[in-house]
């Protein structure tokens, strides 16, 4: 118990500074770092995260020496179930047993800036079906313009993880579908208590 409240603390530290990657890395605010291509930025809008991103950051893990999984979100259309603070919480509580391996963070703007400014070469993102390509293919040839430096590098879940998104889990929770197969359990309680009560803005 002591332990885990040890934990609890350090992690907070960690999340002191949103957006800046200071949470990950040392550095002065809003200074670009040059690229490591061992640094991952794994970016989406984790509203919640699902055992399908789980697949992907752990697969990731395995890769890169540091993951940073980044949750975007626009404070002027923010349309989420979860506030960008919650969806980290729920990343950290997803993943226990990856403490100093993957940092949750959040960040809003171009996703290459964030990238510039905590020095990371790498952006992770995950295929599921074919129609997931045309959006990833677009997105990727308007960052490598943007930011010729960084990388996007894709990875695939497990099988079982292909129909998994946030949004259709959102859906079939909302009319009352049984979701335990698809959220992590650790974030189930919260899921549950926002569907009842939703979050005010
Ligand atoms: P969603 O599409 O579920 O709303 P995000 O926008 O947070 O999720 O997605 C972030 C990244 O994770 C995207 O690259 C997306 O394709 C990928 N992703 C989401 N769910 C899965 C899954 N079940 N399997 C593989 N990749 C996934």
Excluded: W
């Excluded at 800046?20 to 794994?42: C, F, H, L, N, W």
């Amino acid at each position: 118990m002591a332990g885990a409240k040890k934990k609890k603390a350090v992690r907070k530290k960690r999340r002191s500074a949103p957006g800046t990657g200071q949470s990950s890395v040392r550095g002065a605010k809003g200074a670009i770092r040059s690229p490591d291509e061992r640094m991952a930025i794994y970016p989406g809008s984790f509203d919640p995260i699902t055992k399908g991103h789980v697949d992907i950051i752990r697969r990731a893990c395995h890769v890169f020496s540091r993951v940073t999984v980044a949750v975007a979100y626009n404070p002027n259309k923010d349309a989420a179930m979860f506030s960008p603070e919650e969806r980290v919480q729920m990343i950290y509580d997803s993943l226990p047993d990856l403490e100093g391996e993957v940092v949750a963070d959040c960040f809003t703007g171009l996703l290459v800036d964030y990238a510039r400014r905590i020095g990371a070469g790498v952006l992770v993102r995950g295929l599921r079906a074919v129609s997931d390509f045309e959006y990833e293919f677009q997105m990727t040839m308007m960052n490598r313009h943007l930011c010729p430096e960084v990388e996007t590098v894709f990875l695939m879940a497990g099988e079982q993880h292909f129909y998994t998104s946030s949004r259709l889990v959102k859906e079939v929770a909302t009319f009352g579908g049984d979701v335990t197969s698809f959220v992590p359990e650790q974030v189930l309680d919260l899921f549950h208590r926002r569907l009842a009560r939703p979050r005010k803005r």
